[in-house]
């Protein structure tokens, strides 16, 4: 009795002298879809969120994170917001993370307006999601900060005059495909044609697409598949048509060159060229020691990938904020700190802007080449702290 | 009483109503006020209810096994979607009955084409139906918003009840009382010399062509009705969630409702209550302490339940209550 | 005006259909002859898509013994769930069936992702198997003329099977008239756990035949759900003839749809569906 009074004497002793409040534990809500079709991003996002907690206690500033994760299941929006509610009304929590799907993100919007609750993004990529809100901020991507990228490439740097692009027929698919449409014309090239390829759903034969164009014979493919198994089926497909013999390039955003599907891919996806923020492959300090923990915490077989960084990153945002307003979390305050926010993340520098809070970062041209027996990612070119071009250039909805 | 009487009592006090029958509502009212909490997932079991309910009329009473239902629902939907996004017309009441006459229109029409045939081939045109719509709200993505969805906004109900996204109570009264409103139609409908015409067809289809009923026409009739409860289920389901996206046309959300149905137990009326409520909060619950693995506790249940209740939750209670009453009479 | 390589769209259609018969021959079989309404097929399929990879990446086995060994062992194990669950319903109505083997499918996504993990499997199929093939008149995927071999191959042993043994008459007894069978002296509950074991063996033959193509992951078991189902249903209950011949139509249909008009988009597919069931309720083949 009176030694367990004397040291919580001590305890309250020794928190005053450190100058530091009570600890706080503060709640973290993580929205994200770990059943159906989203369920690999999930777990790329959740393990990069636990990597850098558990390298990172001593930035809380003695503060604990307790993280509460909800299941968003489908893409339709309703499953999110009631989870987001939930939350929020009783879980009490002081900061959002996670999202996916961007219709889920976009559903939650008048909610989190309402609540006052800062939230990032660390998916969802359709442009102009950090507009409807004032307390989201993004550590993701758009879809045209590599497709815009891409398409100012081949046609400067590869020296292609005509191009087709295909695309699967959802929102991130037509951003993807309109915004390399638009570089590369910019660029003085030429797109024949933008090809839906069918839904995110449906049998992923793209055999019937591709001999279309082969038939018209365009220097360059660009192809947009949502990252998985479609980009696999993309790649054979494309060797099993013997298009590379027919002189098409094959190029894309990363998805399709993911650094999880890459090895079962075969030697077909050798010479890809694909644009984007991030590859386990990087020679950077960051990345290498990046990938090192990741391997020692999850396996040797386990590979970040762009998933993987985005909730890597994204954790690191959450922890600044709880680090710098000692645990006490204001949304305004948060926003503020999220507004500029700049990290050596291991896909280089990366910045939140303060006007759109959206993220800035640097695109990567990759080329795949083979080490060994291992595919690899060459990174061939930097393009430095790319804005989304969609809001630089007010395409559409972006304005 | 000889059985002959006790079967001329049974059928004609079957559309009284019992004291038991004031339960769920009673468990409704009781939930606004216990659980303020929990009035967003209490919302979404409503609307699931009364979604399961139009299918009810139409799986339950007159036999017809649909997987496409969710073209009715996803109708009604954009029907209020697109009414506000594109012709600022933010009055929820009426909002849903044009989402009622939306749905039942396509309910008449894909009715009458489809209704002359049953079992997998129904199933399957009903379902590739639905997909059609589906593909459809994809293409006009200028109007419905696509896969990245379609913002919802209404005025406060009869200029009263305002919507807060924040704490759904006005949600939750709001679908509570369409609900009930609805409920009391479809008792109706089925207590009614039509909706016993209708179990009549779903019992013996030849004996019903015998008789001279006009069998088509009657299960065409019930298909509309069904699909315009459904619409105004969409309409509700895209006016207090203020957002709409194509999963409100998919797969899943027929799949739902229908094993909802069977789950409850079907041709009962309150077996889309029992159901929905069930699965809904079992489902909720699961996936908040295992987020990775929580259908495969769902899956059990249903397991479960077709191997041991094939007349689904409320059979089994009325099969207790039977068995009750007559050990009582022994 | 751009030119138009016909042989390789009917290659490619005839190709594509075979993909849709090897993937669903095993529901007709289950579904089709055996009347249960059984949505866990796509299940049965993904399990032996996993064998197969996991007997092809950790123990570097051969294709063919792969696809073999995951034939065998999912019908063995398809023969307890047979067993204890499907055959006390076989009598019930379709709707307990559907709660069943929805049920099934929920469980059956959560144990793979408990052991697979959520990640999208491939296979390194053998050499001669990759890559294009040249056919003289045009080339052509080597896989893609390989599968239009198997699906020949099945549809012929499945027809000599069931038409000219004796247990192939047997099962159609059986499904005939069940009553009639047993006072025959068949041995009823015997043949149906085998026929359940032989559409499990098939399906699971078709998940691995079909990795290469259609990917493989958790979701699997419901993705291609609706597809399993519209080749059986347009094929006809009851007749894997018919099952082959609308996986088939559908499959050049649809790949000539896209190939001409990729903005139709799924409308091919659901619209042919439509068509046919409208003209002919009990699908192309159907008896009921």
């Known amino acids: 009795m009176r030694i367990s009074r004397l040291v919580a004497a001590a305890a309250v002793a020794a928190m005053f002298s450190a100058g530091a409040a009570y600890a706080k534990t503060v709640k973290v809500g993580i929205v994200l879809p770990y059943t159906g079709g989203g369920a690999d991003f999930a777990k790329q996002i959740e393990k990069g969120m636990k990597l850098y907690l558990s390298q990172n206690k001593d930035k809380l500033g003695g503060h604990e994170v307790e993280l509460v994760t909800r299941d968003s299941k489908r893409p339709g929006g309703d499953i999110a917001k009631v989870a987001v509610q939930e939350l929020i009304t009783r879980e009490k929590v002081d900061i959002l993370g996670g999202f996916v799907y961007s219709p889920n993100a976009m559903s939650v919007a008048p909610l989190v307006t309402e609540a006052k609750v800062p939230m990032v993004i660390m998916n969802a990529g359709t442009s102009f999601i950090p507009a409807m809100s004032p307390y989201y901020a993004r550590v993701s991507f758009t879809m045209w900060q590599s497709g815009y990228h891409m398409g100012k490439y081949a046609a400067e740097k590869l020296g292609y005059k005509t191009a087709m692009a295909g695309f699967t027929n959802y929102p991130p698919g037509k951003d993807s495909a309109a915004a390399f449409k638009r570089g590369f014309e910019d660029a003085g090239g030429k797109v024949q044609e933008l090809i839906p390829m069918g839904g995110p759903r449906e049998v992923p034969d793209f055999t019937p697409f591709f001999q279309k164009v082969k038939d018209a014979k365009p220097n360059a493919l660009y192809m947009f598949v949502p990252a998985g198994s479609h980009a696999s089926a993309v790649v054979k497909t494309y060797n099993d048509l013997g298009m590379r013999g027919a002189g098409i390039a094959l190029i894309g955003p990363g998805d399709i060159t993911q650094d999880t599907k890459l090895q079962g891919m075969g030697d077909g996806a050798q010479g890809l060229v694909t644009v984007h923020h991030y590859s386990a492959d990087y020679d950077t300090p960051e990345n290498k020691a990046f990938v090192k923990a990741w391997k020692a915490a999850y396996g040797a077989d386990s590979t970040p990938d762009f998933m993987g960084v985005q909730g890597y990153d994204g954790m690191a945002a959450i922890v600044d904020v709880i680090n710098k307003l000692n645990g006490e979390i204001d949304a305004d305050k948060a926003m503020d700190i999220l507004k500029g926010w700049k990290f050596a993340s291991p896909r280089g520098p990366i910045m939140i802007d303060p006007q759109t809070r959206d993220i800035v970062q640097n695109e990567y041209v990759h080329k795949v080449t083979k080490q060994g027996d291992r595919l690899m990612i060459e990174v061939v070119a930097t393009i430095p702290q790319v804005k989304d071009p969609c809001k630089e250039l007010k395409v559409g909805k972006c304005k | 009483m000889t059985v002959a009487e006790a079967a001329a009592t049974a059928l004609a006090t079957r559309h009284r109503v019992r004291p038991l029958e004031a339960l769920p509502w009673v468990l409704a009212v009781a939930a606004f006020f216990a659980l303020p909490e929990y009035l967003a997932v209490g919302t979404q079991i409503l609307i699931l209810v009364l979604f399961a309910l139009s299918l009810d009329l139409v799986l339950g009473y007159a036999g017809i096994v649909t997987l496409g239902h969710a073209a009715f629902f996803g109708t009604g939907a954009y029907a209020v979607g697109l009414l506000s996004a594109h012709l600022d017309w933010h009055e929820p009441i009426t909002g849903l009955i044009v989402a009622a006459a939306a749905a039942a229109l396509v309910g008449l029409v894909s009715g009458w084409v489809l209704l002359r045939t049953h079992g997998l081939t129904l199933l399957m045109l009903t379902m590739a139906t639905m997909t059609l719509l589906h593909e459809l709200a994809n293409e006009q993505e200028n109007l419905t918003g696509g896969f990245d969805g379609l913002p919802v906004e209404i005025d406060p109900v009869l200029g009263l009840l305002r919507f807060s996204p924040l704490t759904y109570s006005g949600q939750y009264l709001y679908a509570l009382g369409l609900l009930f409103l609805m409920f009391l139609v479809v008792r109706r409908v089925v207590y009614s010399p039509f909706g016993h015409s209708l179990t009549g067809i779903r019992e013996n289809i030849l004996r019903m062509h015998a008789v001279g009923a006009p069998v088509r026409q009657r299960l065409v009739t019930v298909y509309t009705i069904s699909a315009a409860i459904a619409g105004v289920a969409g309409g509700l389901f895209a006016q207090v969630n203020a957002y709409i996206t194509l999963d409100v046309l998919s797969l899943e959300r027929a799949a739902t409702a229908l094993i909802v149905l069977i789950l409850g137990g079907h041709g009962r009326l309150y077996g889309a209550f029992v159901g929905a409520a069930l699965y809904m909060i079992l489902e909720d619950e699961l996936a908040k302490e295992f987020p990775e693995f929580w259908q495969f506790g769902l899956g059990l249940v249903l397991v479960l339940i077709a191997l041991f209740a094939r007349e689904g939750l409320t059979g089994l209670f009325a099969q207790a209550a039977e068995r009750f009453r007559k050990r009582a009479r022994s | ?288």
């Not at chain 3, 790949?255 to 008009?261: E, T, V």
């Open chain 3, 1 to 288: 005006m751009e030119s138009i390589d016909i042989p390789s769209i009917v290659l490619g259609g005839l190709a594509y259909g075979m993909l849709l018969f090897i993937v669903s021959v095993g529901l007709s079989v289950t579904m089709g002859l055996m009347g249960f309404v059984n949505l866990a097929h796509g299940a049965f399929a993904m399990i032996g898509g996993y064998v197969v990879v996991t007997l092809m990446g950790g123990l570097g086995a051969n294709f063919f013994l792969a696809l073999l060994a995951a034939f065998v062992l999912v019908a063995l194990v398809s023969v307890v769930f047979e067993r204890l669950l499907y055959a006390p319903l076989y009598r019930a109505d379709e709707l307990s069936q559907v709660l069943l083997t929805i049920g099934l499918v929920f469980m059956m996504i959560a144990t793979v992702t408990f052991f697979w993990g959520t990640e999208p499997k491939t296979i390194r199929l053998p050499s001669y198997l990759a890559g294009p093939m040249d056919l003289g008149f045009t080339s052509f995927p080597a896989y893609r003329i390989f599968m239009i071999g198997v699906g020949a191959a099945m549809i012929v042993a499945l027809w000599l099977g069931f038409e000219r043994t004796t247990i192939g008459a047997q099962i159609r007894a059986a499904v005939d008239n069940r009553r009639m069978a047993q006072s025959l002296g068949i041995n009823v509950d015997r043949l149906f756990t085998m026929t359940f074991a032989l559409g499990s063996g098939l399906a699971a033959m078709g998940g691995g035949l079909g990795i290469e193509i259609i990917g493989l992951n958790p979701q699997y078991a419901l993705n291609y759900l609706v597809f399993f189902l519209i080749v059986v249903a347009v094929g006809g209950l009851g007749s894997i003839r018919g099952t082959f011949l609308a996986a088939l139509v559908i499959g050049m249909f649809d790949f000539a749809g896209k190939r001409l008009y990729p903005e139709a988009g799924a409308f091919f597919i659901y619209a042919i569906t439509i068509a046919v069931l409208l003209w002919r309720p009990q699908g192309l083949f159907g008896r009921r």
